[in-house]
């Protein structure tokens, strides 16, 4: 529709339809360890949802582990392209951890940041 600087306005147009392309990978997710779960191994695996962006690759990832109490940032891994959908762990010096993850395409167009997964490291 269309209006001119008289306030006139034209007919509606004809209806169209149109699929929109999707610019960035969906936000990923942390699907281990499980939110407020208790990991009680000195090493474990960190697992993200699935890799969904159409029409290009999963490239890299990037990783990282926090202390919750304090939001100091323990350990990051930037563009890594070894471990894209898990990360294994060891024992970082603090109990309480929260870790995050995003995705990025091989034309280096990033996720948004998972929503952080908190829990807690017991390791004797």
């Known amino acids: ?19 929109t392309i999707q610019t960035r990978p969906l936000q990923p997710t942390i699907v281990s360890p499980v939110e407020n779960g208790v990991v009680t191994t000195a090493s474990y695996l960190v697992t993200g949802s699935a890799f969904s962006f159409t029409g290009n690759v999963h490239a890299n990832s990037d990783w990282e582990i926090y202390d919750a109490d304090t939001n100091v940032l323990l350990q990051s891994s930037y563009f890594d392209v070894v471990n894209k959908t898990s990360l294994t762990m060891a024992t970082l010096p603090s109990t309480h951890l929260s870790i995050r993850v995003r995705y990025r395409t091989g034309l280096g167009v990033a996720s948004a940041w998972s929503l952080p997964r908190k829990y807690t490291q017991t390791v004797s």
Request: proline share 0%; charged share 30%; hydrophobic share 20%.
């Open 1 to 19: 529709r269309y209006k001119d600087e008289v306030n006139y306005e034209s007919s509606w147009s004809v209806t169209s339809k149109f699929t």
